[in-house]
């Protein structure tokens, strides 16, 4: 599943930075997020980011799930 960076920043709403990828799932599943966006922020290489848009190019960068 490919996502639009335009459309993951709601998502990230209410989120303090720097934030751990638990931070962001929980943030990103309270604020209505697709479960496929929720189980790949886990993936992730990083522990921690410092704003939306580091997860957004992270979620480019890393390889999608099939």
């Known amino acids: 599943m490919d996502f639009d ?4 920043h709601p998502y990230f709403e209410g989120v303090d930075y720097p934030a ?4 962001l799932r929980s943030a990103a599943k ?6 496929a966006l929720v189980e ?12 939306s848009e580091e997860v957004v190019e992270e979620l480019h ?3 999608q799930s099939s």
């Open 5 to 8: 960076p335009d459309d993951m």
């Open 20 to 23: 751990s990828k638990e931070d």
């Open 30 to 35: 309270a604020n209505g997020a697709p479960d």
């Open 40 to 51: 790949r922020i886990g993936t992730l290489g990083r522990a921690e980011f410092s704003s």
């Open 61 to 63: 960068a890393s390889p």
